[in-house]
């Protein structure tokens, strides 16, 4: 009897793990609504990638490129974890070079995750200048204003919560009177977040488990927002919406299960933003 279970065993794990791995390939184009209003005010549409981990990535920069060709584009916000190895680093260049014929308005803002952190020293100042020579303006707790319509918006970077360098305070430092997006990888940030004001926040991160079995017990240890039971999709934390990106490519291990790919265009009403730029502190 066991003979026979033995090889039924391996040909379940071959299927399970063949099919976690095409599970990578099927990825997911998801369109959010922030803050929509009937009086079809000023709109800001954004692409946002995030956690490529560029070791594990199961589409190309063709491919990416001919998904999001026919969208109407006006930013591009990056949330982080590009890659973990220096070696990588050469990889990312024709991703970038895919997301600048999007030609966004506003252009690219990228915000770095703890795998990028793994880089050190002119590794990590070679990923940073990679980004930015290829059009990204790389924000590390500082901000910068955009104008969509004449409406002023902040676009708010602010650097990786999970490694212990966000510096909040800086970050909203000389803000205008407007509305408040804020990038940064990892989405626990929020809960340190309550006197500080945003219209819109975006993340990533958890990669919405990545492996679920058939719940993402393994993510505990990332923070509260899991135990909170928000490791993906739009979330509102006093009073403030956030959104949690599954993310782009796989870390550790190429494979998904319950859990698929994201890439994710954000149409963000800013005709209704509150205009409370400063932080209450």
């Not at 966004?104 to 002119?122: E, F, Q, S, T």
């Amino acid at each position: 009897m066991i003979l026979l279970v033995i090889p039924v065993l391996c040909i379940v794990f071959v299927y399970v793990i063949n099919r976690a791995y095409r599970n990578t390939k099927d990825i997911v184009i998801n369109k959010i609504q922030v803050n929509p209003t009937a009086d079809h005010g000023p709109v800001l549409n954004i692409l946002q990638l995030s956690d490529m981990h560029l070791e594990n990535i199961s589409i190309s920069p063709d491919q990416l490129y001919e998904k999001l060709k026919n969208e109407s584009i006006d930013l591009i916000a990056l949330t982080g974890d590009f890659l973990d190895r220096k070696r990588t680093i050469p990889k990312l260049i024709p991703y970038l070079k895919a997301l600048n014929k999007l030609n966004a308005k506003h252009g690219i803002y990228a915000v770095l995750g703890n795998h990028d952190y793994v880089l050190r020293g002119k590794n990590l100042q070679k990923l940073k200048e990679t980004l930015e020579q290829h059009g990204c303006n790389v924000m590390q707790n500082e901000n910068k204003v955009i104008h969509v319509k004449g409406h002023p918006v902040n676009i708010i970077g602010v650097d990786d919560f999970s490694t212990g360098r966000s510096d909040l305070a800086a970050s909203y430092v000389g803000l205008e009177h407007g509305s408040n997006l804020v990038l940064t990888h990892d989405p626990n940030l929020v809960l340190d977040m309550k006197n500080y004001y945003f219209d819109y926040l975006l993340a990533g991160h958890f990669h919405g488990g990545q492996i679920c079995y058939p719940k993402a017990y393994h993510l505990v240890k990332m923070g509260k927002l899991v135990r909170m039971n928000m490791i993906k999709g739009l979330h509102v934390q006093d009073g403030k919406t956030f959104y949690i990106s599954e993310g782009l490519g796989q870390t550790g291990v190429n494979i998904r299960i319950g859990s698929r790919p994201e890439i994710t265009l954000h149409q963000l009403s800013i005709a209704s933003a509150k205009n409370e730029s400063l932080a209450a502190i």
